[in-house]
């Protein structure tokens, strides 16, 4: 697998989590815990989220053929969720659905918040296990890239689980407006990367009818 599909594969991975977007999420729904007790959520949701992610790296694919999916249809798919998520970021939608639903969380003082919300939905949600699978089509069942894809997900998840543990410092340095203009920035990177999954998608559904 070449540098070029990994980085891509990183860029889309990490837009799609927003790390420094879960910041006052993370803050949120672990108010009121110790710094012992945020540690260990923020390693049991960067534990859950890889495997959730892992798995459907890995078996994404063969649960669509045994589905009858086809890989153009769920890259199309697949692309209009993306670019849905992405619009949400540029217009700061999504960061306030994920508020919310981590008041939620907050308010019925549910225990393990480490599973849900913080790992599912919010780390390894619909469009990151989209993603997952997309993304295992480029791996053409082949071992060693289907290891680095591995690899590049635990990366972007340990970045996310070193921002959690740095988040009361982080919130304090980038503050409400600078985090809402990376989320921006961001949004527009993955919307653009979803048009390009979507016209990957149309391509390969003429080139099956031309062939």
């Given at each position: 697998?070449?540098?070029?599909?990994?980085?891509?594969?990183?860029?889309?991975?990490?837009v799609?989590?927003?790390?420094?977007?879960?910041?006052?999420?993370?803050?949120?729904?672990?108010?009121?815990?110790?710094?012992?007790?945020?540690?260990?959520?923020?390693?049991?949701?960067?534990?859950?989220?890889?495997?959730?992610?892992?798995?459907?790296?890995?078996?994404?694919?063969?649960?669509?053929?045994?589905?009858?999916?086809?890989?153009?249809?769920?890259?199309?798919?697949?692309?209009?969720?993306?670019?849905?998520?992405?619009?949400?970021?540029?217009?700061?939608?999504?960061?306030?659905r994920?508020a919310?639903?981590?008041?939620?969380?907050?308010q019925?003082?549910?225990?393990?918040?480490?599973?849900f919300?913080?790992?599912?939905?919010?780390?390894?949600?619909?469009?990151?296990?989209?993603?997952?699978?997309?993304?295992?089509?480029?791996?053409?069942?082949?071992a060693?890239?289907?290891?680095?894809?591995?690899?590049?997900?635990?990366?972007?998840i340990?970045?996310?689980?070193?921002?959690?543990?740095?988040?009361?410092?982080?919130?304090?340095?980038?503050?409400?407006?600078?985090?809402?203009?990376?989320?921006?920035?961001?949004?527009?990177?993955?919307?653009?990367?979803?048009?390009?999954?979507?016209?990957?998608?149309?391509?390969?559904?003429?080139a099956?009818?031309?062939?």
């Amino acid at each position: 697998m070449d540098l070029e599909l990994l980085i891509s594969t990183f860029v889309t991975l990490f837009v799609i989590v927003d790390p420094i977007g879960l910041v006052p999420i993370f803050l949120a729904v672990t108010h009121g815990m110790s710094g012992r007790e945020r540690r260990r959520a923020a390693v049991e949701a960067a534990l859950v989220s890889f495997g959730v992610l892992a798995g459907a790296l890995l078996i994404g694919e063969w649960l669509l053929r045994n589905l009858g999916i086809g890989l153009p249809a769920f890259r199309i798919a697949g692309g209009v969720l993306l670019f849905v998520i992405g619009f949400e970021m540029l217009f700061d939608r999504r960061q306030r659905r994920k508020a919310d639903d981590a008041s939620d969380v907050v308010q019925e003082r549910q225990s393990g918040v480490a599973i849900f919300p913080l790992a599912i939905p919010l780390m390894s949600g619909p469009g990151a296990i989209t993603a997952a699978v997309l993304l295992s089509s480029n791996a053409d069942g082949d071992a060693a890239s289907l290891l680095s894809l591995l690899g590049v997900f635990a990366l972007v998840i340990g970045i996310t689980f070193v921002v959690f543990l740095l988040a009361p410092w982080l919130e304090r340095v980038f503050g409400h407006k600078t985090q809402s203009i990376l989320v921006r920035l961001l949004g527009i990177l993955l919307a653009a990367l979803a048009v390009q999954f979507i016209v990957d998608g149309i391509a390969e559904v003429f080139a099956l009818g031309g062939g």
